[in-house]
């Protein structure tokens, strides 16, 4: 196919559309200015995990020790930092291996527009970040945490976010002390009530302010060390089929949306959907709308909280079983599970297992059953079947 496509950006949506498009006999120019991955891998999620990690590790030999256990009695905290950016130079070369053999061209520089002729232009370059705290030069963002050397002491945290949260509750896990600045409730999503007292009581292991003047206070106390967890904006507004609003053959995808992103998952679904629009468009077919329904969204405290759908009063509470990461947590708490329902039918559920017993859903394919069609995986508990789930 005699067509040239420039995708901006090497995180999991421009990876994801790249990917797509070279399997689909286009010609592919990949663009990644700093590292193959994206936030996701070098300073997000796949991040958060490997400090969470260890957190949990932390928990359990505090639960079975029966006290608290911190980080430096294990390893100190640069030891960790290292271990944690050897895997990831193993997956970034995972990564460009796996998307060199698709057939993409790799180019670790900056695009600038409209440098070559290509016939399209896809961007996935993830949202842009303001220090709304500018004034104050001590602030770290999510790219200066990788780079500590030293565990802090005391740490603020400023955003009551699922990001916010996680960061809050893995440094209080190792053994510092933290304290989160929230405007309002942290994890708004969650609005059963019994759950939010759940959290509130069981997981939350640090101190959460909303007044200002605390927040200042803090601010410019020089024992703590400030980390800003406020998400970013995003760069283009789309319409539905994720088309870049008043250009012509320019998509987007990602957190750069203005209207989408958010998410791993849902970066690499819109990737999917702009990679096959572009090769609708290409062949005069019916381009595919983006749909954000039923988005399964986890936050990774002392328990693992995910959840989808609604939260209803009509519901179901289930104990947690013991089983894979939950039999330490018997001594403490092994967390609680609700489905809800509305008029008889289940419309969403809250769980606190681990969420990497995927085995049912692989079940499910097995079986030959049509539900994958708009499956939006768990990342990254399903990253193992994501690529058989999708076929890409």
């Known amino acids: 196919m005699d067509v040239k496509v420039a995708v901006v950006g090497g995180g999991p949506a421009g990876r994801t559309t790249a990917i797509a498009l070279s399997k689909k006999g286009i ?16 300073y997000g999620c796949t991040y958060i995990t490997g400090l969470r990690e260890m957190a949990d590790v932390l928990n359990i030999l505090s639960s079975i020790k029966g006290e608290k256990i911190k980080l430096d009695e294990l390893v100190q905290f640069n030891e960790l930092q290292e271990k944690i950016n050897k895997i990831q130079k193993r ?26 002729d290509y016939d399209y232009t896809v961007y996935a370059t993830g949202k842009i970040y303001t220090n709304t705290f500018r004034e104050y030069e001590d602030v770290l963002t999510h790219k200066d945490i990788p780079q500590l050397k030293d565990l802090p002491e005391n740490i603020l945290v400023i955003g009551g976010g699922t990001v916010g949260v996680e960061y809050a509750s893995l440094f209080a ?14 994890l708004k999503d969650i609005t059963d009530e019994d759950i939010r007292n759940y959290i509130m009581e069981k997981l939350i292991n640090f101190k ?12 410019n106390n020089e024992d703590y060390v400030k980390i800003l967890a406020i998400g970013g904006k995003g760069r283009f507004k789309t319409d539905k089929y994720l088309r870049v609003l008043n250009e012509k053959n320019t998509y987007a995808c990602g ?9 791993t998952p849902v970066s690499r679904m819109e990737g999917r959907t702009v990679a096959e629009n ?23 405290l002392s328990l693992t909280l995910s959840y989808v759908g609604k939260q209803t009063k009509e519901h179901k509470t289930i104990r947690s079983s013991v089983g894979k990461g939950n039999f330490f947590k018997v001594l403490s708490d092994v967390g609680i599970n609700r489905i809800y329902y509305e008029n008889g039918k289940v419309v969403g559920a809250i769980s606190t297992i681990p969420a990497s017993e995927v085995l049912p859903y692989f079940a499910q394919f097995i079986k ?6 708009d499956f939006i995986e ?9 690529k058989e789930f999708r076929r890409i």
């Open 278 to 300: 572009i090769y609708n468009e290409i062949n005069g077919l019916k381009l595919k709308e983006v749909k954000y329904n039923l988005i399964p969204k986890t936050v990774r």
């Open 91 to 116: 997956i970034r070369k995972k990564l460009e291996k796996e998307t060199i053999n698709a057939g993409v061209n790799i180019k670790y520089k900056e695009f600038k527009d409209k440098e070559d």
């Open 208 to 219: 959460i302010i909303h007044k200002e003047e605390e927040l200042k206070k803090f601010l």
């Open 255 to 263: 957190d750069c949306l203005i209207n989408g992103g958010g998410n």
């Open 27 to 42: 010609d592919v120019d990949l663009y990644e200015k700093d590292k193959i991955g994206g936030t996701c891998l070098n």
């Open 378 to 386: 768990i990342h990254p508990s399903t990253d193992i079947f994501y």
């Open 368 to 373: 030959g059953l049509d539900v994958y069609n």
């Open 173 to 186: 896990d190792f053994g510092s002390e933290v304290v989160l600045y929230a405007r309002s409730r942290i």
